[in-house]
């Protein structure tokens, strides 16, 4: 026998159970404050039910990591959780400092409606209405296109003596939403007069108003003041912005030079901004770039499920079907969670393929995964059974369409104007007088009443080819997360 081997293997066994009672022994990381709070998403419950156990476990709680938890929450969208921290800090009397103040009025807005917010403002004491607030209350009102609150709240503030560049900022942006571009050089021309500085976000709504009068002189000219007079201003949003611009209006050349800038100041595992490259390096058309930054952006950063959809999406404008499967995949092979958002992206690229049995594939294993109600994903099974004309794609649209409005009740789902008009346009071509009764009782049969069918039929004719999204926060909302 060979001892000498057999006692090389056993050592080699000792290492392995040594290590392997080494990891046993080390305890779990337990999850921090801010993991159990954004998990309410999931799991139910409140925050005030989870501070309250997270306390009675022993552990202490201090008011920084509270502000952390509401500046991370808002970041993510989930404003209820966020606002019902800051409600928790008032009912255990932790003291509110002035920015506190602030963005508890801004979250009320987005939970409650600006009309409370309205009154929680004026029944803050004196020393709480100050900048901070009376900034707030004002960027409530341009979030909402409330303009003559808007410009009579702005103008007590300048009498106040409260009048910032954010202030000036958004009112600039809320002429841009309302589609008045030349509103926003006044007001330029009015900090210039008071000599106040501009800030980076100010900027980028001032070049986004030259854009929309198609001036790309405007544009350039106002990113060389900015390079001339407040160059420490200029970062990666900056150069985002330019090339967003540079895509619109078809300059490619110019739009990957300041990709190009943008990639020199990013910094390691900074996601958002390589999404941004991504998306604007597909819309320049150049795929070996995309595929440069996705490679590059899995070295640097792991990649969530925000990424891969990202990823996905900017294949599926580019139509690289081989790509889209072979990503797809790779994300079913490493995803912590079931995404709709990434099956949706895929389902849609399978149909326009007219690869029906992959799309249906996945769409029921996410059915049997995913959570979340399915509807957006069931609209566009609906679309292109509709659009292709068949009888029996008619029958199962009308079935995909029921199962929607069985999944969510009727006031977070209505059909889209896409939708509506595929049916229309359907029951139109096939003479279907009796298709538009079954329609109608089955959007009746959801609570939807004869306005609500005549403003969705109305929406189909208007826009026919607009399928709703979920839009990001403007520049300037995301600058009062950090108030």
């Known amino acids: 026998m060979n001892y000498s081997r057999l006692i090389s293997g056993g050592g080699r066994l000792l290492r392995r159970l040594s290590t392997e009672a080494t990891v046993a022994e080390i305890p779990k990381r337990k999850p921090s404050l801010y993991q159990k709070l954004a998990e309410l998403e999931k799991t139910g419950g409140t925050v005030s039910q989870t501070l309250n156990q997270y306390i009675m476990e022993g552990k202490a709680v201090g008011k920084s990591e509270l502000e952390k938890c509401v500046e991370e929450l808002r970041k993510y969208r989930r404003f209820h959780h966020a606002f019902e921290i800051l409600e928790w800090m008032m009912m255990r009397k932790i003291n509110f400092s002035w920015d506190n103040y602030a963005v508890y009025l801004d979250l009320m807005s987005k939970v409650k409606g600006v009309v409370d917010a309205e009154n929680y403002f004026n029944s803050l004491p004196n020393p709480a209405k100050n900048k901070y607030t009376w900034g707030s209350l004002l960027n409530c009102y341009c979030k909402e296109l409330m303009l003559d609150k808007a410009l009579s709240h702005f103008e007590k503030m300048d009498e106040l003596g409260f009048v ?55 544009v350039e000219s106002v990113y060389e003041e900015m390079k001339r007079e407040n160059e420490g201003k200029i970062d990666w949003k900056t150069y985002s912005n330019l090339a967003a611009i540079y895509v619109k209006a078809g300059e490619f050349v110019k739009a990957e030079l300041m990709l190009k800038k943008m990639e020199k100041v990013v910094r390691p595992q900074q996601r958002e901004t390589y999404h941004c490259l991504l998306s604007l390096y597909g819309g320049t058309g150049n795929v070996t770039e995309v595929y440069r930054v996705w490679r590059k952006l899995k070295t640097v950063s792991p990649v969530t499920n925000r990424s891969y ?17 072979k990503l797809f995949k790779e994300w079913e092979s490493r995803r912590v969670n079931y995404d709709a958002r990434v099956v949706g992206v895929a389902v849609d690229a399978y149909l326009s393929q007219n690869m029906d049995e992959e799309a249906v594939s996945i769409f029921e294993e996410a059915r049997k995964t995913c959570r ?40 977070k789902y209505r059909p889209s104007p896409q939708v509506v008009s595929a049916f229309l346009k359907y029951y139109e071509e ?47 909302d995301h600058e009062h997360q950090n108030l």
């Open 430 to 476: 096939q003479t279907d007088l009796d298709g538009v009764d079954e329609l109608s009782k089955i959007l009746r049969s959801h609570n939807f009443d004869e306005s609500l069918i005549k403003t969705c039929i109305t929406a189909s004719e208007s826009s026919p080819g607009i399928h709703p999204v979920l839009k990001e926060d403007s520049y300037v």
């Open 309 to 325: 959809l990202i990823m996905l999406s900017t294949l599926r404008r580019l139509n690289d079907m081989e790509g889209i499967i």
């Open 164 to 218: 910032t560049s954010l202030s000036f900022t958004n009112l600039m942006a809320l002429y841009m939403k309302l589609g008045q571009p030349l509103k926003v050089h006044k007001l330029v021309n009015d900090m210039k007069v008071r000599k106040m500085r501009m800030t980076g976000f100010t900027y980028i709504v001032w070049m986004n108003s030259c854009a929309a009068l198609n001036d790309l002189d405007g």
């Open 372 to 411: 979340g109600p399915l509807f957006r994903i069931r609209e566009m099974f609906m679309v292109s059974l509709l659009e292709k004309g068949r009888l029996d794609g008619a029958i199962t649209a009308i079935s995909h369409l029921e199962a929607a409005l069985s999944e969510v009740s009727s006031d």
